[in-house]
């Protein structure tokens, strides 16, 4: 079992999202809507945010639903949608482990990006399971630089100093990883290892070609920051303005144009595929 769901894990982190946070691979959506044989049919986006994969998924389904605790991230995902154009996203509060009891019907797809991690993942795999059509897809989605070829980025703009940036939040919340009210060490096993405990079996991970051409400035690199659950804004309290002066220095010193290459790696999917009837 996982902890009890914290409330305050996002807090403050929803409006720094979309702007901070770098998009996944451009052929996500239709690579998910292919392998799920999507149109006319439902995807669930657990763990939903603010929409960024509900909202490009829902040219192709019949209807999406994004379902996310953080009620903070629905009402940016109700906005984003609502600019995209987008009307076939449903957008509800609620865990993970609440969606025996939600009674939300079939899908073909249900995602979660960057998302299972915070759930009670193999009870949550079953759950899915069951909530899918024969023949459905569950798809993990996440940004892989780890062992994926490495590019090179644009001239005058160095990559994002990220192991500087965590040494400055160390220097402000401490050496272990903050969330919400306490702080959290993220599972290690492989989720590959985990679905084989499932009745999904094993996995497939396929890599999309992550976005080589994202450039941020010193306020992106900021919002990307505090888009994290763990610097998110509310955890600073009095020392916040502080903390983003220092890292202001630190990124107009590490980069006196003042823009970064944002390699946010490939965009990893891994998929399992309940059989068909
Ligand atoms: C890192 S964000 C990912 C947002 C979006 N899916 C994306 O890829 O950009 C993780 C999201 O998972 C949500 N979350 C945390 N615990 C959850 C749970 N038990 N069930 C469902 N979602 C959860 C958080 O509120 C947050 O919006």
């Given at each position: 079992m996982t902890a009890p769901y914290d409330p305050t894990l996002f807090s403050g982190t929803a409006a720094h999202y979309l702007r901070g946070r770098p998009?996944?691979?451009?052929?996500l959506s239709e690579f998910l809507a292919t392998e799920a044989h999507l149109p006319g049919h439902r995807a669930?986006?657990?763990?939903?945010?603010?929409?960024?994969?509900?909202?490009?998924l829902a040219p192709y389904a019949a209807e999406?639903?994004?379902?996310?605790?953080?009620?903070?991230?629905?009402?940016?995902?109700?906005?984003?949608?609502?600019r995209r154009g987008v009307r076939n996203v449903r957008w509800l509060q609620g865990?993970?482990?609440?969606?025996?009891?939600?009674?939300?019907?079939?899908?073909?797809?249900?995602?979660?990006?960057?998302?299972?991690?915070?759930?009670?993942?193999?009870?949550?795999?079953?759950?899915v399971y069951d909530l899918l059509e024969p023949g459905g897809v569950i798809a993990l989605v996440s940004h892989m630089v780890e062992g994926r070829p490495r590019l090179v980025g644009p001239a005058g703009a160095p990559p994002i100093p990220h192991?500087?940036?965590?040494?400055?939040?160390?220097?402000?919340?401490?050496p272990d990883r903050r969330a919400g009210q306490g702080t959290v060490v993220l599972p290690t096993e492989r989720y590959e290892t985990l679905f084989t405990r499932t009745r999904f079996g094993r996995p497939r991970t396929v890599y999309l070609d992550g976005r080589a051409d994202l450039v941020q400035s010193v306020e992106d690199v900021l919002a990307s920051v505090h888009s994290m659950s763990y610097a998110a804004p509310p955890l600073f309290g009095d020392r916040l303005e502080a903390f983003d002066a220092d890292l202001r220095a630190l990124l107009t010193s590490t980069s006196p144009a003042g823009t970064f290459w944002d390699w946010p790696g490939d965009t990893e999917v891994l998929l399992a595929r309940k059989p068909a009837l």
């Open positions: 998009p996944y691979s451009r052929s669930l986006d657990v763990g939903c945010g603010p929409g960024t994969v509900a909202v490009d999406v639903v994004g379902l996310d605790p953080d009620g903070e991230m629905l009402a940016e995902a109700a906005a984003y949608a609502g865990r993970a482990e609440d969606l025996p009891a939600l009674a939300l019907g079939r899908f073909a797809l249900v995602v979660f990006a960057q998302s299972f991690h915070w759930t009670d993942r193999e009870s949550v795999a079953e759950v192991d500087a940036i965590k040494e400055v939040i160390g220097r402000y919340l401490g």
